[in-house]
Structure formats: structure tokens, C-alpha cells
């Protein structure tokens, strides 16, 4: 699902240049339990806004806190958004505007991956 994915834009808390920079972060127990808690709210709440027919998954990166979350929509290419929190924030858990702009900006960019591969055919869905 992954594989053709592009990068759909940077968000507060994500982004390649702070991935790079926690590369080589060992992370504790809680603290992946954190960030899978985290990315796991992100997927949900990415959920909530599709109707079915949209696929959303992630994957947790190696070596430090970060993860990717995609989406694949029925028609079009999957689109992705990573995400990368502080290390000194990550047990506090994930704000909830974090959440929702990642979680909005992916619905509505499978959403449009949609329109772009159908073109005028359709009209929007969206819960």
C-alpha cells in the first residue's frame, strides 16, 4: 500500500528534517506504547471523515518517534503524511488540533486523489 505513496505536505510535529534529526533516538517502552497510541488516534480520526471504500493504515518508522499514516482511496494514488513528535513530548500524549489537521489533511487529499482520477463524474462523500 505503501510503495506508490507520496508525500502529501508537513505538519505541525512532522516533517524529514526533525525525522532525521531523532534518527538515532532510542525510545523506552512507554514511549512507543505512546506513539503507537498516537498514530493508532491519528488513523481513527482519519476514518471518521471517509466513507468506505478508503483504506488507512501506517507503519512506525525504525530507530526514533516516527511513523507514516496513508491513506489509500478507491481510485488515485495513496497519500501519506508523516509523523514525527518531540521525544521530550511524547509520553504527554498527542494534542488533539495535531490530531485533527493530520487526520483532516489526508481525508480530504484521498478525497481529492478521487475526484482527480474520475474527474467530474462524482460528487464528493464525506462523513
Same mark, same amino acid.
Given at each position: 500500500m505503501f510503495s506508490d505513496s507520496h508525500m502529501n505536505g508537513n505538519y *505541525?510535529?512532522? &516533517?524529514?528534517? =526533525?525525522v532525521d534529526t531523532q534518527s538515532d533516538v532510542d525510545l523506552s517502552g512507554g514511549q512507543k506504547r505512546a506513539l503507537r497510541t498516537a498514530v493508532a488516534s491519528i488513523v481513527a480520526e482519519t476514518e471518521s471523515?471517509?466513507?468506505?471504500?478508503?483504506?488507512?493504515?501506517?507503519?512506525l518508522q525504525d530507530g526514533g518517534p516516527a511513523a507514516t499514516v496513508a491513506v489509500? *482511496?478507491?481510485? &488515485?494514488?495513496? =497519500?501519506?503524511?508523516?509523523?514525527?513528535?518531540?521525544?521530550?513530548?511524547l509520553e504527554a500524549g498527542i494534542d488533539d488540533e495535531t490530531q485533527r489537521e493530520v487526520a483532516q489533511?489526508?481525508?480530504?487529499s484521498?478525497?481529492?486523489q478521487v475526484m482527480d482520477a474520475v474527474g467530474d463524474g462524482i460528487t464528493?462523500?464525506?462523513r
Open positions: *505541525p510535529g512532522s &516533517g524529514a528534517g =526533525v471523515y471517509l466513507p468506505e471504500g478508503y483504506h488507512v493504515g501506517s507503519e489509500d *482511496p478507491p481510485a &488515485g494514488h495513496p =497519500v501519506t503524511a508523516g509523523y514525527t513528535p518531540d521525544v521530550d513530548d489533511g489526508l481525508a480530504a484521498a478525497v481529492l464528493p462523500t464525506a
